[in-house]
């Protein structure tokens, strides 16, 4: 495991403070489903596809920085998954872990960008992970930021989770928090997620705000958001052979996995767990970081990927 402090050991690189990077979003329809997604074209034609796959309640704008840091290495591709952002629930309702990496091997297809350089971010991770053990063929490498894998260490910012994912308090609850403005409920997010609120430009805030406003009008946001934590939360009570930790041990591609330090939803010590299932895996702890180091740090994201992957 590294430990990584980002003042000696990755060096910032100078970068000018405008414009931001931006990327257009556009609508997929595929056999079975439709995906939203936004892409980074590479720097050169030949590059490898990477695949970036969001968090709970997030959307393909959480990888709009770390996509621009890729640039030189990959032609990304961020997808929301479906039921968040602008992608509808899949057509047949399944919203766990494995049901969305079937979209992602949907997706990959339809691209034809196999294999792919794939991360995920929280359940995105959960997501990635199963995507990997399940299609190796389809997977160059796998990057996990702040994986939501099972694990005995709670904290007081996800104890909650359980209580919301129990039938008829969720629906309760869930639609009741949604009454808040976008805004708020916005720097809500960002104060849990990030070791430095201030580090969010008031451009990113503002396309987050809007993104979450449109989101709000859909008629299925929140039952999204529960089906997909009680998918989430059903694999961490799992005990077959298609648990988490057991896929993990089905993964055969290089394979990195980034933790912050100050990350109040993943305990970082979970990180001690990665090298024991993995095959071919290298743990970097970022001490200033907390749970979406490729929004807070994605030059210190794509540094480590760049140092044990590339």
Not at 55 to 61: E, H, Q, T, V
Not at 122 to 143: E, F, H, K, N, W
Not at 164 to 179: S, W
């Amino acid at each position: 495991m590294t430990d990584l402090d980002p003042a000696t050991n990755l060096a910032r690189p100078a970068t000018s403070p405008t414009p931001l990077p931006t990327w257009p979003r556009e609508e997929l329809r595929l056999p079975s489903r439709t995906l939203s997604v936004r892409h980074a074209p590479g720097a050169r034609p030949d590059q490898p596809a990477a695949l970036y796959v969001h968090g709970l309640g997030g959307s393909s704008l959480n990888w709009t920085d770390f996509m621009h840091e890729m640039q030189p290495f990959v032609d990304g591709w961020a997808v929301d998954v479906g039921g968040f952002g602008y992608s509808p629930p899949p057509r047949d309702g399944d919203m766990s872990p494995s049901g969305h990496a079937r979209a992602l091997v949907d997706l990959i297809a339809h691209l034809d960008i196999a294999p792919v350089h794939l991360f995920g971010n929280s359940m995105g991770g959960a997501v990635a992970l199963q995507l990997a053990a399940r299609r190796p063929d389809l997977v160059r490498s796998l990057t996990l930021v702040s994986p939501a894998l099972p694990s005995l260490n709670l904290t007081k910012q996800n104890a909650h989770l359980p209580v919301i994912a129990v039938p008829g308090i969720g629906e309760r609850l869930v639609p009741k928090f949604m009454e808040a403005d976008a805004e708020s409920r916005v720097k809500g997010s960002i104060d849990v997620t990030y070791a430095d609120p201030t580090r969010v430009a008031p451009e990113r805030l503002q396309e987050a705000a809007d993104e979450t406003r449109e989101h709000d009008r859909l008629p299925y946001a929140s039952d999204a958001f529960l089906r997909s934590l009680r998918g989430l939360l059903r694999t961490f009570t799992d005990i077959g052979p298609n648990r988490p930790w057991k896929l993990a041990e089905r993964v055969v591609c290089p394979t990195l996995v980034v933790y912050g330090r100050k990350d109040p939803l993943v305990d970082s010590r979970s990180a001690h767990r990665v090298t024991k299932h993995f095959k071919d895996a290298h743990v970097v702890v970022l001490p200033d970081s907390g749970h979406v180091a490729q929004m807070e740090h994605p030059e210190f994201v794509r540094a480590a990927w760049e140092r044990f992957i590339l």
